[in-house]
Structures are given as structure tokens and as C-alpha cells.
């Protein structure tokens, strides 16, 4: 039966969920309400846009393999006409490094992703020093690197492909900010614009990343989903490090190239263990960060990044879960027709094509078909059953 589906928040979620809705269903009508089409602060628009096959739990990795396969048929899948949007797609491996103390979590999450075919190699320190000679290897117990399906990507083409293709195939855009949700009869029947406009609906999808909670919170739903700031930093260095993948430092530093050129860094990192990290900072870069924490840590990894020079730096916001740092997708056991897409915790750009494509199997078919996402579903955080992700950056 024809229905409408109403999405709130036009970014990589809401848009994916838009592309495979129509590409489901012709016949029901999909409306994206997006507040601010130049993105400025959202998530999509400011992430690192790196993908990765190393979690910690298989539910995770087949979002990533499904990811990986999207993105290398994106310019062809996203296709307008003529026009093939460039990602920009690097298979350049993530490296995980661990410390005699963390070796056992990294064997373990290891094991979980051989079982779910990701393809990573376990590399002791002597391999590791021959494969990357640069790196400095003394504290290291052993590393792992992802061989293929794994590396960064320009994440803003990928939201403005799937939302310009979802569009090319019929679904509409309204410039517009969802101020409430009218509930009737245990449903939500309808949201009302900030300009008072009422988009009567038979499905909604919360799709508002790090403002989700707020959305939430209109249909009466405590959802754990807040706004943290993460800074990116834009780096160069004057030696080029060659065959440089995303790397994972002990310390809980990041850092990956950016462009070609070998001496063009991206860097960042989540705060240390005990460290506050408060709700809705403003998107200014946190430049103290790097000067305290991350240099030292990159010029210890990487003795040639004590010549390190510090170009620009970014902020956005992680919507971060605090229950269990992972999506949490469907509907609230309370109300079927909201459902939920929030709180991916600094790794939901790479999961977006899979949990676009799981929304749209749930409303047009009533259940998951490719990939069953129930594992990430609200019964968890009501019943306080935590489904964690160990490996979190
Ligand atoms: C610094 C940083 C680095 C990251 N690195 C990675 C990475 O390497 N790999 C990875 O997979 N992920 C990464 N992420 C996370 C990833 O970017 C996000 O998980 C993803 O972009 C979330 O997409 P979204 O569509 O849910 O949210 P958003 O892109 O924020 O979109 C939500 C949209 O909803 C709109 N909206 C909100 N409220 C309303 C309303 N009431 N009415 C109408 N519109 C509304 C907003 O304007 C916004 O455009 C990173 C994030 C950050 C900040």
C-alpha cells in the first residue's frame, strides 16, 4: 500500500535511508526534511570519513562489508545521468597497534573478524618494522592491518550522492526544522515545522544525528544520544611517510594520510580515560588538544612527525550513544512508526549505506532482509542489555 515516510535530517542517514526507500518502493512518497542545506555543522559534512572492517563485533563488520562494497560502486550506483560522483575511495588498511598490556583485546577482536572474513593480518612487531619502517615499534606487543575494505573516503560527496540520486528517483527535500511531533492513538501521525507547516506521515525516521535526542524528545522518547565534540587536525610533515594506512596508536591517537601526496596528515583523537567530554561544546577546534596530547603521541610513533607542522584544524560532533557506543535502530517498543537511526558514536558514515538499506527492508517488508540489524535495536537500553563495541575511536 502506498505510504508516506517522512524523514527528519537530510545527512548521510537520513539521505541513505531516502535512496533505499525509493529504490524499494516506487510507489510510497518520501519526504527529507532537512533545517540547513548547507550542513554546516552536521556530522556527515565534518567526519574523518574513514571505513573500516576492525570491530569488535560481527554485526559491525557486515555493516562494514556491505559499506565497502557501496563505495566502490558508488560513482556507477549514485549515478545522475552523466554525472558519476567522485568518493575519492582509498583502500589504504587501518592498523590497530597494541601494547603487551592491550594484546589480548586485539587477539580477540581479531579472531571475531577472521570468523567474519575481514580481510586483516596479524603482523608481530618485527613484521611491522619491515612492512613500515618508519613506525617506531619498542612498547609494541603486535598490530593488525587491514589488507583490503578498509581506508577513508570523501564522505561529503557520499551524502550528496545518495541524497541527489534518492531525489533523481522521486523522493522530495523541504528546507524546513522539525519543531514538534503530534501523537495520536499511540502513533505519531504527523511533524510540525518551526513554521508551523504539518507533514501528516504513515512512517517517521528520526535521522538527525547528534541533535537525535531532541527529536526523541518530542514523541516523549529518552533516547542516550548527545552531542560530543571531536577536532580533526589537518597536519604536514616534511618526509614523506610512505604507504601510510589509518593508524590506531595505543595512546588512543589517530592519524591517516590525506591526498597523495605522503606528507599530508589527518589526526585526531577521542579524550583519555577520566577525561570530561560535556554535551554540545561549541564547533570551535579544541587546539589545546593537540599541543598536549597528540604530538607527543605522534612524534613517538612516528619519529619523523616531530617535525610535524599544524595547518588548520575542524570540530564536529560525534553522536555519541553513552549506553553502549552503537546505533541504535528501529522503533521504541512504545510507538511503531518513529524510528530510530541515531547515536553511531564516531561510525556511522561508513555504516550509512547499510543502515539506509536496513530502515528501508523494515518499513517496506516489515522485517531486516540483508543484514539483521535487531541486535542495535531500543529494546537494549530499555532492558539495560548493553550490545557494546569495544573498538571505539
Ligand atoms: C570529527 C568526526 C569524525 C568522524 N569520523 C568518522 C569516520 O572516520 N568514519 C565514520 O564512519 N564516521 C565518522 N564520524 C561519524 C559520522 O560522521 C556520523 O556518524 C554520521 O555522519 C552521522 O550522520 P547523520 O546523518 O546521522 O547525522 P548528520 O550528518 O549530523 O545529519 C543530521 C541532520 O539532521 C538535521 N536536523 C537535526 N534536527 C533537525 C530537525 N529538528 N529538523 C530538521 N532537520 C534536523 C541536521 O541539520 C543535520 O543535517 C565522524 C564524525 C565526526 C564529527
Redesign the pocket.
Known sequence: MPRRIVI????????ATALFLRLADSASEVVV????PT?A????????????QQFSSSLNIRLSQFGIEFLRRAPRALSVGDDYPALGLVEGGYLYLATPRSLAALAANHRVQQEAAADVVWLSPAELRARLPWIATADLGGAVLGISGEG?FD?YAL?RGMRRKAQALGATTLH????SLTLQGGRVVAAV?RSGTRLAGDVFVN??????R??AAMAGIDLPVHARR???FVLSCPVAIPRCPLVIDPSGVWFRPDGETGKRFLC?ASPAPGEADPDDLPLEPDLAQFEERLWPALAQRVPAFAALKLESA??????MNTFDQNGIVGAHPDLPNLLF??G?????????PAIGRALAELITAGAYRSIDVSALGFERVLSNTPFVERNV?
Open positions: 527528519i535530517g537530510g545527512g548521510a542517514i537520513g539521505s526534511v532537512e533545517r540547513d550542513y555543522k552536521a556530522s556527515s559534512a565534518l567526519s574523518a570519513s574513514s571505513i573500516r577513508w564522505g551524502m524546513a526544522e522539525v519543531a515545522t535521522a538527525a544525528g547528534p541533535w537525535a531532541a527529536v571531536r577536532t580533526v585526531g575542524w570540530a564536529g560532533y560525534y553522536e537511526a541515531n553511531f558514536s564516531g561510525h556511522g558514515i561508513q555504516h550509512s575511536i
